[in-house]
């Protein structure tokens, strides 16, 4: 049978049905506290329970602008700027959902200062929760929320990507502040200050001070940027790691 042939007898129907959605767990810094953006379902299934914003992937859109669309769709956040996208993983354990089999391609999303959101889609409500209080969510999004945690704060270690939830110019302090919210694990000042410093390509000055976080009659913080490095290397180990890999 040929190519035509075969398509003309191709029935969708007799295969069971299967979709894709896109899922977000995005991630930024409010008030000292990782935060994690969720949603209140207002459609069943799981109506009124909260969740990772997301939905089905349309026919004409590919997966990336499936994610993003979702995102702005079902919170308002939209325009990101300076927003890091990243695919995750992959879902598809079977009953995952309970209309049919349903493959999710979840993202992981960190920008700084990302706006409050408001609610919009098929979504009763949107707002920034602390990771730590986000449990109890519809789908598998409990253990979706959980990769990404793990994702983010590995990424921390191996890349640059602290700097996205910075601003354009940053404090070396400032910087350790962001580690130690991700991580969930206070650092030595001294100790960091150095590991960073002695990184090529982390982080540059600026040639500038800062005009906030200096003591009471000392010298003011230097200002830095994000470098040209895409890897660090040595790498900035989480503390509760570091014995592991001695």
């Known amino acids: 049978m040929g190519e035509k042939e075969f398509l003309a007898s191709y029935d969708p129907g ?28 207002a ?3 799981f109506a009124g329970r909260r969740a990772l914003p997301g939905g ?13 669309r979702e995102l702005a769709e079902e919170t308002g956040v939209g325009a990101l700027e300076r ?16 209309r049919m089999r349903v493959f ?14 408001s609610a919009g889609g098929d979504a009763a409500g949107a707002y920034w929760v602390p990771v730590e209080e986000a449990t109890n969510l519809a789908f598998d999004h409990d253990d979706v929320l959980a990769d990404g945690l793990e994702r983010a704060r590995a990424k921390l ?6 700097t996205t939830f910075a601003g354009d110019e940053f404090t070396i302090s400032e910087l350790r502040q962001i580690y130690a919210v991700v991580w969930g694990e206070e650092l030595h ?24 976080g200096g003591e009471r009659g000392g010298p003011k913080p230097k200002l830095y940027r994000a470098g040209d490095a895409r890897l660090l290397h040595p790498a900035l180990l989480r503390p509760t790691r570091e014995d592991d890999v001695r």
């Open 14 to 41: 007799a295969y069971p049905a299967v979709a894709v959605t896109t899922d977000v767990v995005a991630l930024t810094i409010r008030d000292a506290r990782l935060c994690v953006l969720l949603v209140e379902r």
């Open 56 to 68: 089905f992937v349309r026919p004409d859109e590919g997966l990336d602008a499936a994610a993003l």
């Open 104 to 117: 999710s391609v979840a993202y992981l999303a960190f920008a700084p200062s990302l706006p409050d959101p």
């Open 83 to 98: 927003v890091h996208l990243e695919q995750l993983k992959t879902y598809g354990n079977p009953g995952r959902d309970p």
């Open 43 to 45: 459609e069943h299934p």
């Open 189 to 212: 000042a001294g100790n960091f200050h150095r590991k960073v410093l002695s990184v090529p390509g982390f982080v540059e000055s600026t040639g500038e001070t800062a005009t906030r």
């Open 157 to 162: 270690e191996y890349t640059p990507l602290a």
